[in-house]
């Protein structure tokens, strides 16, 4: 094999692998598509918490939290959860770990490990006061990407979802669509949304809106009947 033809190999194995890596991230980060549901027999609303973990509510090297701003989501969402249940409304928190060596080695290599098997951070906040009628474990931004979830919301018949956590460029985004996708109706408690990335999240919010996401602050969603 001459040089040329070794050059040549080289930038196919490269044009592959970034191919691929940019494949299995899209997977992670897109919305799903699945069956949509029957309205007529889904009046119940449910409370969906996505991803509050210690691994992303916490500051590392890379994700550095304004002084506060956690817990003050945190605490509207304990507000939001509390509500709920006291109208006997299912509130169901969602946990990401990510599966594969690759995806793992990728989020290890891009994202400091953050949900990543076998690190401490994998389960939910300590300060988050409530107990979930469900927690659904998923490996994708997604939480439609878990079949737990859709048979939950059958089972109860939850034809609404509130949706709140983090993160809002991500997970909520990817859920809210994956949601709309399948009829759902969907509530965004804008000031219940952990994003690290503000000026993202503001595009993403607007996105939202304009695809059909009911956007209201947590104060509304507590006072919903």
């Not at 692998?17 to 009046?43: C, E, F, K, S, W």
């Not at 210690?54 to 590392?60: A, G, L, S």
């Not at 985004?173 to 996708?181: I, V």
Request: glycine share 12%; hydrophobic share 40%; net charge negative.
């Amino acid at each position: 094999m001459n040089m040329w033809s070794v050059v040549v190999f080289v930038v196919l194995v490269l044009l592959i692998g970034v191919g691929y890596t940019a494949q299995r991230l899209m997977r992670l980060q897109g919305p799903t598509q699945g069956t949509v549901i029957d309205t007529a027999n889904r009046g119940q609303t449910a409370l969906l918490v996505l991803d509050v973990q210690e691994d992303f509510t916490k500051d590392t090297k890379g994700r550095q939290w304004p002084t506060g701003f956690v817990e003050e989501r945190i605490a509207r969402i304990n507000a939001l959860a509390a509500k709920a249940q006291m109208r006997g409304e299912p509130v169901i928190t969602t946990r990401l770990i990510y599966e594969g060596g690759y995806t793992n080695f990728l989020i290890g290599l891009l994202g400091e490990g953050l949900g990543t098997k076998g690190s401490d951070g994998l389960e939910l906040d300590r300060r988050l006061r409530f107990q979930p009628d469900a927690d659904i474990v998923k490996s994708v931004g997604d939480a439609f990407a878990s079949e737990e979830l859709e048979t939950f919301l059958k089972t109860h018949g939850v034809g609404r979802l509130r949706i709140a956590g983090l993160d809002g460029c991500y997970c909520v985004k990817s859920t809210a669509l994956g949601a709309l996708g399948r009829g759902y109706a969907v509530e965004l408690a804008g000031d219940a949304v952990l994003s690290i990335d503000p000026k993202g999240w503001a595009e993403c919010r607007t996105e939202l809106i304009s695809k059909g996401v009911e956007l209201v602050n947590s104060a509304e969603l507590a006072e919903a009947q």
